[in-house]
């Protein structure tokens, strides 16, 4: 994202003289101001979690093709005049975007120090050497996996569009000066390496969501779109029509962007083909600069939120993570507004004492200068960041619980054996309990099952252990119920539902063939397709095709999959002579337990919760829970084991999860009404250490805590 008032999405380094004529070339469009402003109230509206605009996120998609438009067009005239620098290029660049990126990484440095755990300053300081070198969106796509903490508790995440932009802007002035040696080639390879890039979005949203999302590749052809219309235009003279057919294509446009905004969600698949509205939407308004811009887009308060976009985008995402990471529960939609109004102010001080004086100030600076400067403050800062990541977020900052819980939490989620979305079968290596003839001891018993089932394998070891069944064959797969004829369909993951089929035939195959296998141990967050339920997700029967789609399957029609899939896996291992045990799952805790006991042990963190957010959990190592919460779900998995342990009463039991960390809460008795709001208290934490990692998997020690206690 860009910000300017007179060269819009430029960093000027140039004299005087040239900054004035290039003044001249490109007039100021004001309705493109408006139109930033648009993409960036989007945007702050959907970080806000404000409900009705729960496609928001199209607002980047809008700001990147504003910026191809901008620089390519810009570009393009420089080369054409025989004036085109690498190092004047540059040098704008630097000065447009470094200084209020570097004054906002110095502050959030700060806070970061103050708030953030050593594990959370740890990972803050990689983000942030990640931004520094303009690679923010290979960090987060590296650093991606089913464990990674919310995005939204990322206080930079919001970098990630910035290095997009940066690393298409490497490549493409070479490009550009390589084409205009001949200048009919310019707008058909642009356009054909534009064709190319769509493409490459669409497959991975398929197959690779993440890199679909963060990767350039799969984004350049949003700015190249904005380039092949500077392009176009270039040389061609602005239309004139005022006519009310010439201004549908840009009320169009602006349809497309607002209704994305309001219509489109996070589980859909993104990018993929729903970017191309955004996209063409924002082409359609930019083509046109005519009446209906002027009328919508032109208004005093809509070009001042345009002019202070770019500095909006960078402070807004980070204080409503620091906000986030200091409250136990979830900020409402308000409270994250007002912190918006906060960053917008912000943006303002921002805008006013750092982007402006600097940009008129350094006007006669030369480019080198430009360059020499950035490249010290960088290697300066990531100097410092560096120290403080070497030294695991500085750990003597806080007490020994904090470090303990930490380390609970980390030790916790290494485990090689549950495979991620992508996978179609199982590790095979000997640490998963695969087949191994150099291992005398025998593998009795198999844990089949998803994440929730994964988090339960140091527990299964002792289990495996105490009752003389050697070791453990771990069989799992995030996300995956891994129940016969089961599969889950993700829009997020759209290939999962056909990934998560392969997978539960190859982990059934590996059991059902096995004779060392005596006990089998089914886990899952059983009622993971409810509690994130969306159009076009769900338990699916496994059939010859793709899964149906949402609107045919009812929650009712999604627990019969559920409970007939239970049943048909009990079956067909207990006819193999196995002994199966149900895992009736963990309850789900209505805020992080472990971040909650990290922000007990950090006064100004819980000082902030408590007093500025009103966002504190009760104190204790307890919660009340819901105990009505999905209880069709859990009634499906009893009622399907209780048919099976009537007709196997030896082979077949169920333990509760649940029951090992909760106890029923009741109503009053002479106030029927209460009986439905009957709650649970369920403890998430023993001896100074979090039986969960986050609100719904166990942690290492929470395993041995619950499986101690199965029979």
Same mark, same amino acid.
Request: with cysteine; charged share 15%; aromatic share 10%.
């Given at each position: 994202?860009?910000?300017?008032?007179?060269?819009?999405?430029?960093?000027?380094?140039?004299?005087?003289?040239?900054?004035?004529?290039?003044?001249?070339?490109?007039?100021?469009?004001?309705?493109?101001?408006?139109?930033?402003?648009?993409?960036?109230?989007?945007?702050?509206?959907?970080?806000?979690?404000?409900?009705?605009?729960?496609?928001?996120?199209?607002?980047?998609?809008?700001?990147?093709?504003?910026?191809?438009?901008?620089?390519?067009?810009?570009?393009?005239?420089?080369?054409?005049?025989?004036?085109?620098?690498?190092?004047?290029?540059?040098?704008?660049?630097?000065? *447009?975007?470094?200084?209020?990126?570097?004054?906002?990484? $110095?502050?959030?440095? /700060? &806070? +970061?120090? @103050? =708030?953030?755990?050593?594990?959370?300053?740890?990972?803050?300081?990689?983000?942030?050497?990640?931004?520094?070198?303009?690679?923010?969106?290979?960090?987060?796509?590296?650093?991606?996996?089913?464990?990674?903490?919310?995005?939204?508790?990322?206080?930079?995440?919001?970098?990630?569009?910035?290095?997009?932009?940066?690393?298409?802007?490497?490549?493409?002035?070479?490009?550009?000066?390589?084409?205009?040696?001949?200048?009919?080639?310019?707008?058909?390879?642009?356009?054909?390496?534009?064709?190319?890039?769509?493409?490459?979005?669409?497959?991975?949203?398929?197959?690779?969501?993440?890199?679909?999302?963060?990767?350039?590749?799969?984004?350049?052809?949003?700015?190249?779109?904005?380039?092949?219309?500077?392009?176009?235009?270039?040389? *061609?003279?602005?239309?004139?029509?005022?006519?009310?057919? $010439?201004?549908?294509? /840009? &009320? +169009?446009? @602006? =349809?497309?962007?607002?209704?994305?905004?309001?219509?489109?969600?996070?589980?859909?698949?993104?990018?993929?083909?729903?970017?191309?509205?955004?996209?063409?939407?924002?082409?359609?308004?930019?083509?046109?600069?005519?009446?209906?811009?002027?009328?919508?887009?032109?208004?005093?308060?809509?070009?001042?939120?345009?002019?202070?976009?770019?500095?909006?985008?960078?402070?807004?995402?980070?204080?409503?993570?620091?906000?986030?990471?200091?409250?136990?529960?979830?900020?409402?939609?308000?409270?994250?507004?007002?912190?918006?109004?906060?960053?917008?102010?912000?943006?303002?001080?921002?805008?006013?004492?750092?982007?402006?004086?600097?940009?008129?100030?350094?006007?006669?600076?030369?480019?080198?200068?430009?360059?020499?400067?950035?490249?010290?403050?960088?290697?300066?800062?990531?100097?410092?960041? $560096?120290?403080?990541?070497?030294?695991?977020? @500085?750990?003597?900052?806080?007490?020994?619980?904090?470090?303990?819980?930490?380390?609970?939490?980390?030790?916790?989620?290494?485990?090689?054996?549950?495979?991620?979305?992508?996978?179609?079968?199982?590790?095979?290596?000997?640490?998963?309990?695969?087949?191994?003839?150099?291992?005398?001891?025998?593998?009795?018993?198999?844990?089949?099952?998803?994440?929730?089932?994964?988090?339960?394998?140091?527990?299964?070891?002792?289990?495996?252990?105490?009752?003389?069944?050697?070791?453990?064959?771990?069989?799992?797969?995030?996300?995956?119920?891994?129940?016969?004829?089961?599969?889950?369909?993700?829009?997020?993951?759209?290939?999962?539902?056909?990934?998560?089929?392969?997978?539960?035939?190859?982990?059934?195959?590996?059991?059902?063939?096995?004779?060392?296998?005596?006990?089998?141990?089914?886990?899952?967050?059983?009622?993971?397709?409810?509690?994130?339920?969306?159009?076009?997700?769900?338990?699916?029967?496994?059939?010859?095709?793709?899964?149906?789609?949402?609107?045919?399957?009812?929650?009712?029609?999604?627990?019969?999959?559920?409970?007939?899939?239970?049943?048909?896996?009990?079956?067909?291992?207990?006819?193999?002579?196995?002994?199966?045990?149900?895992?009736?799952?963990?309850?789900?805790?209505?805020?992080?337990?472990?971040?909650?006991?990290?922000?007990?042990?950090?006064?100004?963190?819980?000082?902030?919760?408590?007093?500025?957010?009103?966002?504190?959990?009760?104190?204790?190592?307890?919660?009340?829970?819901?105990?009505?919460?999905?209880?069709?779900?859990?009634?499906?998995?009893?009622?399907?084991?209780?048919?099976?342990?009537?007709?196997?009463?030896?082979?077949?039991?169920?333990?509760?999860?649940?029951?090992?960390?909760?106890?029923?809460?009741?109503?009053?008795?002479?106030?029927?009404?209460?009986?439905?709001?009957?709650?649970?208290?369920?403890?998430?934490?023993?001896?100074?250490?979090?039986?969960?990692?986050?609100?719904?998997?166990?942690?290492?020690?929470?395993?041995?805590?619950?499986?101690?206690?199965?029979?």
């Amino acid at each position: 994202m860009e910000t300017t008032h007179s060269l819009p999405g430029t960093i000027g380094a140039l004299s005087v003289a040239r900054e004035r004529a290039r003044e001249l070339q490109l007039a100021h469009r004001t309705d493109i101001d408006g139109l930033r402003a648009v993409a960036i109230l989007t945007v702050v509206a959907f970080h806000c979690a404000v409900p009705w605009v729960p496609g928001g996120f199209v607002g980047v998609d809008v700001f990147f093709v504003i910026s191809g438009f901008l620089i390519g067009g810009l570009l393009h005239k420089e080369v054409l005049a025989g004036r085109f620098s690498y190092l004047d290029f540059y040098a704008r660049r630097t000065r *447009r975007i470094a200084p209020a990126l570097f004054v906002l990484l $110095a502050v959030m440095s /700060a &806070l +970061a120090l @103050l =708030l953030l755990s050593p594990r959370e300053l740890a990972d803050f300081s990689t983000y942030a050497l990640g931004t520094l070198f303009s690679v923010p969106n290979l960090v987060f796509l590296k650093s991606t996996n089913y464990f990674t903490g919310s995005a939204e508790l990322n206080p930079l995440l919001m970098a990630w569009s910035l290095g997009v932009e940066e690393q298409f802007y490497i490549f493409f002035p070479p490009l550009l000066l390589l084409l205009m040696r001949r200048k009919n080639t310019l707008l058909p390879v642009i356009g054909f390496a534009c064709l190319g890039s769509f493409a490459l979005n669409v497959w991975t949203t398929q197959a690779h969501p993440a890199v679909a999302f963060y990767a350039l590749p799969p984004r350049a052809w949003e700015l190249g779109c904005g380039v092949l219309l500077a392009l176009w235009q270039a040389g *061609r003279a602005p239309a004139r029509s005022q006519s009310w057919r $010439a201004q549908l294509p /840009a &009320l +169009a446009g @602006l =349809l497309m962007i607002v209704g994305a905004a309001l219509l489109f969600n996070a589980q859909m698949a993104f990018p993929g083909y729903a970017a191309l509205v955004p996209v063409v939407g924002t082409l359609l308004v930019i083509a046109n600069g005519g009446a209906v811009n002027r009328l919508t887009l032109t208004s005093r308060p809509l070009v001042f939120v345009g002019l202070l976009s770019y500095s909006w985008y960078l402070w807004h995402w980070p204080l409503l993570s620091f906000a986030r990471i200091a409250c136990d529960r979830p900020l409402t939609w308000g409270q994250a507004s007002l912190v918006a109004v906060l960053a917008l102010a912000m943006a303002y001080l921002s805008y006013r004492f750092v982007e402006t004086p600097i940009r008129r100030g350094w006007r006669g600076t030369g480019p080198a200068t430009v360059i020499v400067i950035y490249l010290g403050v960088t290697l300066i800062g990531g100097g410092a960041l $560096a120290l403080a990541l070497r030294s695991g977020g @500085l750990p003597g900052r806080v007490i020994d619980g904090v470090k303990r819980v930490e380390y609970e939490v980390t030790s916790s989620r290494m485990n090689p054996c549950l495979m991620g979305y992508g996978d179609n079968t199982f590790n095979a290596s000997a640490a998963c309990g695969g087949d191994d003839s150099t291992n005398p001891t025998k593998n009795g018993l198999a844990l089949l099952g998803d994440s929730h089932a994964s988090a339960l394998r140091p527990g299964m070891d002792d289990y495996a252990r105490r009752n003389g069944l050697g070791g453990v064959v771990q069989l799992t797969k995030s996300s995956c119920p891994t129940l016969l004829g089961v599969t889950r369909a993700m829009n997020k993951h759209p290939r999962h539902w056909h990934e998560c089929a392969q997978f539960t035939q190859a982990a059934f195959e590996r059991v059902l063939d096995s004779d060392d296998i005596k006990v089998v141990v089914l886990a899952g967050y059983w009622s993971a397709p409810f509690d994130d339920a969306a159009p076009g997700q769900g338990y699916r029967a496994i059939g010859d095709v793709q899964p149906a789609p949402a609107s045919t399957t009812t929650r009712g029609a999604e627990l019969e999959i559920l409970g007939s899939g239970m049943r048909r896996s009990i079956d067909a291992l207990v006819q193999r002579g196995k002994r199966v045990v149900v895992m009736e799952d963990t309850p789900l805790f209505p805020f992080d337990p472990a971040k909650k006991m990290v922000s007990e042990g950090m006064p100004l963190r819980q000082a902030l919760a408590r007093d500025v957010f009103d966002g504190m959990a009760p104190a204790g190592d307890t919660a009340l829970i819901d105990e009505q919460l999905d209880q069709d779900v859990r009634a499906t998995v009893v009622s399907s084991v209780a048919v099976a342990h009537a007709a196997s009463p030896a082979a077949v039991q169920i333990f509760s999860v649940r029951g090992q960390l909760c106890s029923r809460v009741g109503a009053s008795a002479n106030d029927a009404s209460k009986a439905a709001a009957t709650q649970d208290a369920c403890r998430f934490a023993a001896d100074g250490l979090p039986l969960l990692t986050d609100p719904q998997h166990i942690s290492n020690y929470g395993a041995h805590y619950i499986v101690a206690r199965m029979p």
